[in-house]
């Protein structure tokens, strides 16, 4: 857990210095800062028989209900991916959370959010 909350403070720090590009998925935040959110959801986006913590499902509806592209973007995201979140696990959290506005059938890459 703690490398997964390292490797996070690092890429913020790098996406930090190169600054945002204007809107994009998740408005004016980028998608890898974003994603420094889902740092509860570490053990849960990476083992799909971990039970995904309140504040993991507290990170994930917050991100979601932005809009699902931005949801989608945070958990493909290169941050997300440095900290070892696998999207094929992580995009069942909405799921496991038990999020009744989650975007059910939404295509996210090569997945669909169940």
Do not use: F, W
């Not at 190169?18 to 994603?35: F, I, N, Q, V």
Request: with cysteine.
């Amino acid at each position: 857990m703690m490398r997964v909350l390292l490797v996070l403070a690092l890429v913020a720090a790098a996406v930090a210095v190169r600054g945002a590009d204007g809107a994009g998925e998740c408005g004016a935040t980028p998608p890898d800062k974003m994603a420094l959110k889902l740092a509860p959801c570490a053990s849960a986006a990476q083992k799909p028989s971990s039970a995904p913590s309140s504040a993991c499902c507290t990170a994930v509806h917050t991100i979601g209900k932005q809009s699902p592209q931005c949801l989608c973007a945070v958990m493909l995201s290169k941050t997300a991916m440095k900290a070892g979140i696998k999207p094929e696990v992580a995009i069942t959290i909405p799921k496991r959370c038990n999020l009744a506005d989650r975007p059910v059938g939404y295509k996210c890459g090569d997945y669909t959010l169940p």
